[in-house]
């Protein structure tokens, strides 16, 4: 790792070329678009066309289709990938063996994070990408011209990225193969601790591990911004050499709201405490508990960095979410069609539980099930994360990066959710259930696409035939 640091953080300048392998998915597409716009040449390949490579394409990115070993050439100098794309893809085996240069995405994102100086690393099982996008936001609003990488799309940017020229950046960290430990940062804000990815950690504690090694990444001059409340917080504040400061709901944190009442239509608000001073009143235009408790973490991150409070409540009460993220993709016949990106059980239960507490009609929850090892380790909590909508619709697993190994399905996880919920239909293909929904409808129902894969599909083609339709 850190050879591989010292290299291009002392070998690169504007003008050389980079080379990403993966180049569509949503940290390389961010970081291709940001060393474009800081006079680096930029190139890369994917599977498939997708928005992000169309993106990079309109930038003037060459992105090729396919990988193929003998577009690794000699006037590249830094290969990037991301680990999706496997040991054995045949670029990063060819890279290898002409001894190029090689990161890993996070690599080059930790050596960026350490060229600007201040980097403010997001992380945690769920929440981040939210809390990622409202310390953003903050920012953005307060003058500081960060540099920022995200994993969804805010309005505010162009898509998933920004290029600053301040020594501000604020990155989204994912723990995913641990690949966030390559980050430099100087802020760290842990959102909450989860057992996610078992295909990555085969146990909760070595998910806790993982994130003791991340705060351990901490400067002495740093700061640790931590969710009082996770079950796990004493023994990951311990570990670190930064002052810790807490958010949450308890009086013994740092931050804390309190008389939380929701707002019309679909907001919510809360006063905030700072060592138990009231400082204000903090306000969304987004729903949810878990969505205050992310704007409590950005407002009071950004708030230690220097921004007067009254400018962060401001400004949080602008924000508009986050693509994928309870976004509302529209209504046709009285159906209101909302989408959202959650794909873990303990995620699954609070956005349902959000709109169970805004919306009085039915609620279909139309979802697809991401990894086959997420959804066989985590089956039992699955089970019962479901209750809070009246008619669940069961897709296909989305496969992603693995292959099916013949022990899990959806069919399964629909016998299981069946002990715990009354109306659980398995249909499976996303076509089926766009026509299925069409058919069974009715005016006053939500839909609900859920998950991590290309379900918004479902909403996105049940709005366009009842457009035809009408």
């Known amino acids: 790792m850190d050879d591989g640091l010292k290299k291009g953080r002392i070998g690169l300048k504007p003008g050389d070329h980079l080379y990403f392998i993966g180049i569509g998915g949503a940290r390389l597409s961010a970081l291709a678009k940001i060393f474009q716009e800081s006079g680096y040449k930029v190139s890369g390949s994917d599977r498939t066309p997708s928005k992000n490579t169309v993106e990079l394409e309109a930038k003037g990115i060459q992105v090729y ?66 809390t990622t996008a409202m310390i953003s936001l903050l920012l953005i609003k307060s003058g500081k011209d960060p540099t920022i990488e995200v994993g969804g799309e805010m309005k505010e940017l162009p898509g998933n990225h920004r290029t600053g020229k301040s020594p501000y950046i604020v990155v989204e960290a994912c723990e995913f193969r641990r690949s966030f430990l390559f980050l430099s940062p100087k802020v760290a804000v842990i959102t909450n601790v989860d057992w996610d990815h078992p295909d990555c950690f085969p146990t909760a504690d070595d998910v806790v591990r993982t994130f003791k090694d991340f705060i351990s990444l901490l400067p002495p001059e740093g700061k640790l911004m931590i969710w009082q409340d996770d079950p796990h ?27 939380i009442t929701n707002l019309s239509p679909i907001g ?41 409070i009254e400018d962060c409540l401001n400004y949080i009460s602008e924000f508009t979410g986050v693509r994928r993220r309870f976004e509302v993709k529209g209504q046709a016949d009285g159906v209101l069609v909302v989408d959202d990106y959650a794909h873990h059980p303990a995620a699954v239960k609070t956005t349902l539980a959000t709109v169970r507490n805004h919306f009085p009609g039915r609620v279909w929850c139309v979802f697809q099930p991401h990894l086959y090892s997420r959804t066989k380790y985590l089956l039992p909590k699955f089970s019962q994360a479901f209750q809070n909508s009246d008619i669940l619709v069961l897709a296909d697993i989305y496969a992603a990066r693995e292959k099916n190994p013949g022990d899990i399905s959806s069919q399964t996880l629909a016998n299981e959710v069946k002990k715990y919920h009354k109306d659980v239909r398995y249909i499976g293909d996303l076509e089926k ?20 894969g290309d379900i918004f599909k479902v909403g996105e083609a049940f709005l366009r035939a009842k457009e035809r339709n009408n």
């Open 65 to 130: 289709y396919g990988h193929e070993r003998e577009r690794i050439t000699e006037d590249i100098d830094l290969v990037v990938y991301t680990n999706a794309v496997g040991d054995q893809n045949p670029e990063l085996l060819e890279a290898k063996k002409r001894q190029l240069p090689i990161f890993e995405g996070a690599e080059l994102l930790g050596n960026l994070m350490k060229e600007k100086g201040m980097g403010i690393a997001v992380a945690g099982t769920h929440g981040k990408t939210t």
């Open 233 to 259: 917080y004493h023994e990951l504040a311990a570990v670190s050499k930064a002052p810790v400061r807490t958010f949450g709901w308890s009086k013994q944190a740092d931050w804390y709201c309190s008389e």
């Open 268 to 308: 919510i608000k809360g006063k905030l405490y700072r060592e138990k001073q009231y400082v204000g009143e903090l306000k969304l235009q987004v729903p949810g508990k878990h969505n205050l408790l992310n704007a409590l973490a950005a407002v009071a991150t950004v708030s230690e960095l220097g921004v007067p």
């Open 433 to 452: 259930i766009k026509d299925y929904l069409l058919a069974e409808t009715r005016s006053g129902d939500l839909v609900m696409t859920m998950g991590a």
